[in-house]
């Protein structure tokens, strides 16, 4: 592993917006500015103090807020095998804006990777892998104990767990975190690996699960009860989800 280039608080000029893809590299970057960057062919405004991570192979595109601003990061490309095991074992959102706490911890990993990289003294390659690790796992630590994204997130989470049944619009989602609908879905999906519809799709199945294996009442009525309008489309995704429909999920668990 080895740092192929980087920099430390790059004064990027006013309206720049960086657009490139990188085949066999990861990038990291750290945001003293506000900036926008591409998610799923949307414009997200993230806030300065936050991260990103990408993946190589995936389109790099960000920038300034605006023609008339700036924007500062402290970025590199990190090159060679090991952080598709690290991010697998200490999971970051990917391709999405994410905070850390307050807080550079780049700065000095670029310095010191750089300089291993550089001098390219016996056992380099091992001791910038060791440094990147320890990067990982920090941002891990961070972002897991920080109140802010991952705690909004894991707040609305608990809400529509709780209630699957309400009409939950992405909207309504959205305003409890204080994000965009777009930044709020795309964080949503880094932070649990699915969408926020398809979450609560699932936990309204689980619960009709539950009703019709230890109630009476009918699948109309068990339907309507877990906020489904139609039944064919309570049907329809019940099958999707559980692999058979409501009456054969009925007549194999209560047989």
């Known amino acids: 592993m080895k740092i192929a280039y980087g920099d430390c608080r790059t004064n990027n000029p006013k309206g ?3 657009r490139r893809t990188i085949t066999n590299k990861y990038f990291i970057s750290y945001f003293e500015t506000p900036f926008l960057y591409e998610h799923e062919g949307r414009l997200i405004k993230g806030n300065a ?9 995936m389109p790099i595109h ?7 601003e700036i924007y500062i990061n402290t970025w590199l490309y990190i090159q060679g095998e090991g ?3 690290l991010l697998k074992k200490y999971p970051l ?9 307050p807080g550079n911890i780049l700065d000095r990993f670029v310095e010191k990777a ?3 990289s550089s001098i390219k003294n016996i056992g380099y390659e091992d001791k910038v892998y060791h440094l990147t690790a320890q990067l990982i796992i920090d941002l891990y630590r961070l972002y897991h104990r920080d109140p802010g994204t991952a705690g909004r997130l894991e707040r609305v989470r608990e809400e529509i767990l709780q209630a699957p049944e309400k009409p939950w619009a992405l909207k309504e989602m959205a305003d409890i975190c204080g994000y965009s609908v777009s930044r709020f879905s795309a964080l949503y999906k880094a932070q649990f690996g699915i969408s926020p519809k398809q979450d609560v799709l699932n936990a ?9 294996k230890y109630t009476e009442f009918s699948i109309t009525d068990i339907a309507a009860d877990c906020g489904f309008q139609s039944i064919y489309y309570f049907s329809k995704f019940f099958k999707e989800v559980k692999g058979i429909s409501p009456k054969e999920y009925i007549k194999k668990h209560k047989a």
């Open 16 to 18: 720049y917006f960086c």
């Open 49 to 57: 103090g936050e991260f990103m991570i990408i993946p190589p192979g």
């Open 62 to 68: 960000h920038g300034a807020v605006s023609e008339e």
């Open 83 to 85: 952080m598709e095991e």
């Open 93 to 101: 959102p990917i391709n999405v804006a994410f905070s850390a706490g």
């Open 114 to 116: 750089k300089k291993e």
């Open 204 to 212: 309204r199945i689980d619960l009709a699960a539950q009703m019709l």
